[in-house]
């Protein structure tokens, strides 16, 4: 099984300022045949399902605010909010869709400093 | 639009069986595979298989092989999960998630709202 591995576990930013958060898979989820990397983001709030926010590692879903951007090839991905807002408070999932089993990274924790 | 809609929440006794369905509205059901994960209170996401509508076809992760069926029935474009001899900690909130395109694998999007399975004595 791919492993996905994200940093860190929990995060407090100000208010506008910049949040960075990590993943890292076990192996390369590189699909040669598309060149994609088959990552997507997820956003969690209280109470509420997950909400798709990014795919192929950097595609905007439909919607999101362009505050939030992904990056990263191969293993090691990345997912920013360039100027937090109050209502990114969440908890954020990264996800390998590359093989089965789909596996997910333990989530990480947003929290307005 | 796009929606899936998710049975009410349920309480089950320690082996037990719980069935939890996925009404999904909006697209063509047997076009898009469904997959179901699962959240325990204040965990992550654990993903526990799919299934194509089409075909009816199932697969599921090794940890669920043996207790858990993924069925579906096209005619009212629902589908199933069906998870067996509960305990415990298979208290948690169970959430159907249709994969976003019709070829390869993709993320998942949408989901349901989530139906809240209590294994409790």
């Known amino acids: 099984d791919i492993v996905m591995t994200q940093s860190p576990d929990s995060l407090a930013v100000s208010l506008g300022e910049r949040a960075t958060i990590n993943c890292k898979s076990s192996?390369?989820?590189?699909?040669?045949?598309?060149?994609?990397?088959?990552l997507a983001w997820y956003q969690q709030k209280p109470g509420q399902p997950p909400k798709l926010l990014i795919y192929w590692t950097s595609t905007r879903e439909s919607g999101v605010p362009e505050r939030f951007s992904g990056s990263g090839s191969g293993t090691d991905f990345t997912l920013t909010i360039s100027s937090l807002q109050a209502e990114d408070v969440a908890v954020y999932y990264c996800q390998q869709y590359y093989t089965t089993p789909r596996t997910f990274g333990q989530g990480t924790r947003l929290e307005i400093k | 639009q796009v929606q899936l809609v998710q049975s009410g929440a349920e309480v089950k006794k320690p082996g037990a069986s719980v069935k939890v369905s996925c009404k999904a509205a909006?697209?063509?059901?047997?076009?898009?595979?469904i997959h179901w994960v699962r959240q325990a209170p204040g965990q992550g996401l654990e993903w526990m298989g799919w299934?194509?509508?089409?075909?009816?076809?199932?697969k599921y992760a090794q940890k669920f092989q043996g207790r858990v069926t993924m069925t579906r029935d096209t005619p009212i474009t629902t589908g199933y999960m069906e998870l067996s001899s509960l305990k415990s900690d298979d208290t948690a909130m169970y959430y159907c998630?249709?994969?976003?395109?019709?070829?390869?694998?993709?993320?998942?999007?949408?989901w349901g709202q989530g139906t809240l399975v209590t294994v409790s004595s």
């Open positions: 192996q390369s989820i590189l699909y040669r045949s598309n060149n994609k990397n088959h």
């Open positions: 998630a249709r994969e976003a395109t019709t070829i390869g694998s993709a993320e998942f999007d949408p």
């Open positions: 909006g697209y063509t059901f047997t076009d898009y595979n």
């Open positions: 299934i194509n509508p089409k075909s009816g076809d199932a």
